[in-house]
């Protein structure tokens, strides 16, 4: 592998390659008469309102039809996988708990005292537990996927990027939307909001609601019960007040809920045979064999509020942004996915449940940034975060386990951007970030003393970006990060002590590209990155038992490559595209971790018999994702028009553990969406026919390793209609 120096050269060879076939297109006739162009996109990636092509962070942004068809069959927060580039996500929790991964980098962790070192921000508000990670996402304006570490100015556990969601907000005019949709099992989708003045200049408010539901649709054969699982209720609302009694002075306050009353994941046993990752004829979608898990149920209820306020001095902005988040519930599981009569061998029984008894999660943080118009921008501010959580885990062979978590942190950090010339702009940032976590024993059979680990870290980036020419920039950035320490203790119901992972930190280097090109109907952006983390933390799940163990790997590396592009053809047609390649690659020649009970292990094994898993690609990190859209329209009557919109996405190679197997991994997988309607041309509504998986696609999106050769697959096909309006 080639080391990090070695990469980053080679990486700004191709950047500045990159650069000037960007500028000789930009410098050349165009090919097409300008009828339309990209539209401009607008980010927060640096916690202030930027253009896209101006900021030196590589950044996707989703909003619009991208979101909007993407959830029209009420699919959660997992269908924004391989939307982006280098974003993927999977879970083995159903809607409950969903683990993120950018540039190969996430947490395969299946706890709920899990730490991932992708951050989730909703409203400007970090989600750091799994569950709340997972709150419903509706009246969405736009969705930013941050790549690489984010650590300035958003904290520790962003070594791998961010996921941030801005909702509509209020404003003094009045405007409602609504999207409904209803398709296949009876899955209907009702995602909309309303809003406008109630005290014109002074008082603004927006009340937003999302309605999800499927009916079970899975057939348990081992019971006889016919739609035994499967289905789902989703509900949600927040209302949002926005006071402006002078111009300087805002406040925004934030009220929301969730409802979730569903499935968990559906595990199928012995769907893969040894020596193979293809399903098999023991894998039937509508049919399961469960003896356990009462039908899989999950269920989650939370609320949380927020009052983000500021005044604006002059030349300086105050902001302060105070938030409280409580979320509770369980899910229960037939872990085996099956019996022990079958499919195949099952050597023992295995269900459990587990549940957050009760989380309080309290963040403030105190901002202050300039507001002027000279070459100097700058930020510097405060945050401090407070989580505690209690956790329940029933092994079903023992009573249960219940384990209290405290996470405590604080941070100072600061942010400045220089103009040296009009063209180039230099920003550095610094944070300074203490963090400490304790875990104790408040019930169960197996007592452990009570585990605590604390660090302190000071975190930067350094970064310039450069306009080559017009609409045309490149820039670089070295990054630091790191993710606090993290305690497990899911282990002690299975009478095995807690463990333990030490910080984790990361330097990134990357080059990029921003450019518009032939009269701006084209947007093409695209990154070469690399990236060392020392001590990785990693989770070896199952290998013999339905454990989970944290571990550090001595170091991790990883190069690759994005590109973000959207291609205005005429006016009538519309592409976008996206592809990343991340190889990822674990460094430490004597680690090794347990293995599975019956699949076919390719790794070299020590004298214990576990699996050497140095030079492994990191767990659940794609190859390679690629996603295209096109929307295809033509005029149809005097304000109308009628149009076709289709969306697919790939994803190459995918390891599912530490180590390796014949069975569990996926590669090449896709998916696709069709969307067929009529549409007006001032947007104020639209009325089609749809298609979600519209090939019925059957992919791999993980595995149970500890028992038998057990996996779980992605959504089903949904087809269905849907109406969008907007006022």
Known sequence: MHTSSHLFR?????????????????????VLAQETQVGEVIVTAQKRSENLQDVPVSVTALAGERLQ???????????????????????????????????????????????????????????????????????????????????????????????????????????????VSYGSFNTLTLDGGFGGALIPGKVAARASVLVQHRDNYINNAFTKKKDALGGFDEKAARLQVLFTPTEAFSALFNVHGRDLDGTSATFRANVLTKGSNKLNANYD?????????????????????????GYDFGDVTLTSITAYE????????????????????IPFP????????????????????????????????????????????????????????????????????????EAFTLTGGLRYTSDEKDMRVISGPNPVAPVSVSDEKVSWDLSAFYDVAEN???????????????????????????????????????????????????????????????????????GGSNSNRLINAKKGEAYGIELDGEFVVTENLVLTAGYSYAKTEIKDSTLATATCAQCTVTDPLNAKGQALINGNPF???????????????????????????????????????????????????????????????????????????????????????????????NEPRVIGVSLNVKM
């Open 350 to 421: 295995s269900e459990s449940t587990d549940g957050i008894k009760q989380l309080d999660q309290i963040t403030q943080e105190l901002r202050l940034a300039s507001d002027t118009d000279g070459p100097l921008s700058w930020q510097v501010g405060g945050f401090y975060f407070d989580s505690s959580y209690q956790i329940r885990t029933d092994p079903g062979f023992a009573p249960a386990t219940t384990l209290e978590q405290n996470n405590k942190s604080w941070a100072v950090f600061g942010q400045a951007s220089y103009d040296v010339t």
């Open 285 to 309: 979608r509508k049919t399961v064999y469960f003896d356990a898990g009462a039908g899989n149920p999950q269920k989650y209820k939370g609320w949380g509020t927020s009052a983000n306020i």
């Open 69 to 179: 068809s993407t959830f029209a069959a009420g699919d959660d927060i997992l269908a924004l996988s391989a939307k982006a580039p280098g974003l993927y996500a999977e879970s083995s929790n159903g809607r409950a708990a969903p683990r993120f991964y950018i540039r190969g980098l996430g947490n395969a962790d299946f706890d709920l005292a899990a730490s991932q070192p992708v951050s989730i921000i909703q409203d400007d508000v970090v989600l750091e537990n799994v569950v709340l990670k997972s709150s419903p996402i509706y009246d969405i304006e736009q969705v930013e996927v941050l790549r690489g570490p984010q650590g300035t100015l958003f904290g520790r556990n962003t070594t791998a990027g961010i996921v941030k969601f801005g909702s509509i907000k209020p404003s003094e005019d009045t405007k409602a939307r609504a999207a």
């Open 472 to 542: 045309v920039s490149v820039y670089g950035k070295v990054a630091s990060g790191f993710r606090g320490p993290s305690i497990q203790g899911r282990d002690i119901a299975f009478f095995s002590p807690a463990s333990v992972a030490q910080s984790e930190t990361i330097m990134s280097y990357e080059v990029g590209l921003k450019s518009e090109l032939m009269d701006r109907r084209v947007r093409l952006n695209g990154a070469l990155f690399t990236y060392t983390i020392d001590d990785p933390q990693f989770s070896a799940v199952g």
């Open 326 to 345: 409580e979320t509770h519930g369980s899910s229960r599981g037939d872990i085996d996915g099956g019996n022990l009569t079958g499919p195949g061998f």
């Open 10 to 30: 080679r990486a700004l060879r191709l950047s500045c390659g990159l650069a000037a076939l960007s500028m000789a297109i930009a410098t050349a006739p165009a």
């Open 619 to 713: 767990p659940n990190a794609p190859e390679y994702t690629f996603d295209v859209t096109a929307r295809y329209s033509v005029p149809f009557g005097a304000d109308g028009e009628l149009f076709a919109y289709t969306d697919w996405k790939v994803q190459g190679m995918t390891n599912f553990f530490l180590y390796e197997s014949k069975e569990f991994y996926s590669k090449g997988d896709f998916e696709g969406g069709l969307k067929l309607g009529y549409a007006k041309l001032d947007g104020a509504w639209e009325a089609a026919v749809f298609a979600r998986n519209i090939t019925d696609e059957d992919n791999l999106k993980g595995a149970i390793d500890f028992n038998n050769n057990t996996a779980f697959v």
